[in-house]
């Protein structure tokens, strides 16, 4: 006979055991380290196994640095094991050999990994690999804590296969971002980078999948509006009833990565997919945009998906031109689109409760903290400029230094300003993200240097007292560098503080899940920032890995962590739900 597999324990089990018992359960979640179990079992009753997680690493990161390096010491990355599976030529073996050696030679303490990765399926040979490099520069700080995090996902994987927990809506998700991730731009696709800008053929493509995911999710309307926003809507128990709007972008930055934007639309659209499976219907109607565009990277305006659903499109940026020539209106007319009817866009406030956002954090906080879920006080302000410094090109070697025009020297002095004026204020920041000579040459100083700036604030006096300082010095500089300057201001969004009861709406379904509540502010602009002008919105934050970088291949988050979003999500949904009965 095939013996009956054992019947998985679930928390009611853990609560009620003895503690003798209840360790038992959580025998090697941590192996050799039986006091991390303990000193999350001491916090008993627990309300759910999310809560049980954040004990377990709340007893690691209150035991000390000892205790967390002889963790660590404990549960070395076992290489054999990690690749028994996987096949690797000898000079794979040999490679990650030494990089094994090298890991511990320099920060004093084994090599931690979780192999089965962020989907729990396990990462490639070339991962592997990839990690070991990559964590080799890291501080010896960071890395202790980057250590101990792969322990944790190591652990969370484990409880998962104890309790048989799988995160069912988290490996759906997960998979979605990887096959959206599919279309990318012409030249970056080639380079295995993800690239996907406004109305190109990979734009499009990701509109029509979208298109079909929310059609197979059960949405009762489906359609691209004007601007190539993708929207899908599910209708509520009677008619008449108000919507929930909610969504994020579907473009990308250029080598950018695979959740920025598009968890915002995937998550809301699994929560419909349930309640249609379940033939649920709501008393409030749910409306899920896939916004065009927000990041700005192929024409200077930005937000427009989101811009244009509360009346702020400014038809004069039809005449934009991207870097081949095209024309914002040209390229809509190209991709079928109506421009006459971006107009009609906008929507009635009346119709709606409010706009909700759920989004990666773009940031460290919670990577570093050690939780999955954060909730979005406020969007920071943001002014965008483009601008030139315009000079003399002259010969290097001949112009001696102090009878230099050099235009680019001027925004290298501009920039250090930037960072020491934006630091001075809490929250405040600056950046010169794009830099260009263009026609420069190795012996030519040069005489042209095209720049832009990015400064934000958590209000818009901070912001625009940032603004004032930064174009002041501009001036200084041009003047005692006998330069001339243009500056163009491409972007003025203000900041947006959350709504108060949609914000507690968030707490409250965080709190629900077992976890602490985490008020942070959003450095980065978000589409909830532009529906902030006609609805009250609030936004939920998803922690990041690889400290939480964003815009950047390296941009992730686990399985784990995307369920708890679907779940904080459906929570909401049913507080509005409770408030919306008669």
């Not at 009635?348 to 570093?368: A, C, K, S, T, W």
Request: glycine share 10%.
């Amino acid at each position: 006979m095939i013996p009956t597999p054992p019947t998985p324990p679930t928390l009611e089990r853990l609560n009620g055991a003895s503690a003798a018992d209840a360790l038992r359960l959580l025998d090697g979640l941590y192996a050799h380290a039986p006091w991390v179990a303990e000193r999350a079992l001491a916090l008993r009753p627990l309300r759910s196994l999310a809560q049980l997680r954040h004990a377990l690493v709340q007893a690691v990161r209150g035991a000390g640095a000892d205790a967390q390096l002889a963790l660590i010491r404990a549960n070395p990355w076992r290489m054999d094991q990690a690749l028994a599976q996987r096949s690797p030529t000898p000079d794979e073996s040999a490679r990650i050999a030494r990089l094994d050696t090298a890991y511990e030679e320099r920060f004093g303490f084994p090599f931690v990994l979780a192999v089965r990765g962020p989907r729990g399926t396990g990462l490639t040979q070339q991962e592997i690999i990839d990690t070991l490099e990559r964590r080799l520069e890291n501080h010896a700080d960071f890395e202790r804590a980057e250590a101990l995090r792969n322990l944790h996902r190591i652990a969370e994987l484990r409880l998962n296969d104890r309790f048989g927990a799988e995160p069912t809506l988290g490996n759906d998700l997960w998979d979605w971002h990887e096959k959206l991730a599919e279309y990318s731009d012409p030249g970056f696709a080639q380079q295995g980078q993800l690239t996907v800008t406004y109305l190109t053929d990979a734009h499009r493509a990701c509109a029509r999948r979208i298109g079909d995911w929310m059609r197979d999710c059960g949405f009762d309307e489906v359609a691209t509006d004007a601007v190539g926003n993708v929207v899908g809507r599910y209708h509520p128990a009677a008619d008449g009833a108000r919507y929930l709007l909610t969504g994020s972008h579907y473009d990308t930055v250029r080598n950018g990565g695979r959740y920025d934007g598009r968890l915002g639309i995937f998550v809301p659209m699994a929560c419909v997919r349930e309640l249609q499976r379940a033939g649920r219907r709501l008393p409030l109607g749910i409306e899920v945009v896939a916004f065009a565009e927000e990041e700005g990277q192929r024409y200077p305006a930005s937000f427009l998906g989101s811009g244009a659903l509360t009346g702020d499109f400014d038809p004069a940026w039809l005449d934009q031109r991207d870097a081949e020539g095209i024309s914002m209106r040209s390229a809509m007319q190209h991709a079928g689109l109506c421009v006459e009817a971006i107009a009609a866009l906008r929507r009635d406030p009346q119709r709606y409760l409010g706009f909700v956002e759920v989004h990666i954090e773009q940031g460290p906080v919670l990577n570093e903290l050690d939780l999955p879920l954060g909730v979005v006080s406020s969007i920071n302000g943001c002014v965008r400029f483009i601008g030139e410094m315009i000079g003399m090109a002259s010969h290097a070697g001949t112009t001696p230094m102090g009878r230099r025009r050099d235009a680019a020297a001027g925004v290298a002095e501009l920039a250090l300003y930037i960072e020491q004026r934006a630091a001075q204020d809490d929250g405040s920041v600056g950046t010169i993200g794009l830099l260009d000579v263009p026609g420069g040459s190795i012996n030519v100083v040069p005489g042209r240097c095209r720049f832009s700036l990015d400064l934000r604030g958590p209000s818009d006096a901070q912001r625009d007292a940032l603004v004032q300082d930064v174009r002041a010095q501009l001036g200084r500089i041009a003047a005692r560098r006998g330069l001339r300057y243009t500056l163009d201001e491409a972007l003025r969004a203000a900041a947006a503080p959350s709504a108060p009861a949609w914000q507690r709406h968030w707490e409250r379904a965080v709190d629900a899940l077992g976890l602490p509540v985490l008020r942070l502010p959003s450095g980065a602009g978000h589409d909830a920032m532009k529906l902030h002008a006609i609805l009250p919105q609030a936004m939920l934050f998803v922690r990041g890995q690889n400290a939480g970088i964003s815009h950047n291949p390296l941009e992730s988050t686990t399985n784990n962590d995307i369920q708890l979003a679907v779940d904080a999500f459906a929570g909401l949904l049913q507080q509005l739900a409770g408030e919306a009965q008669p």
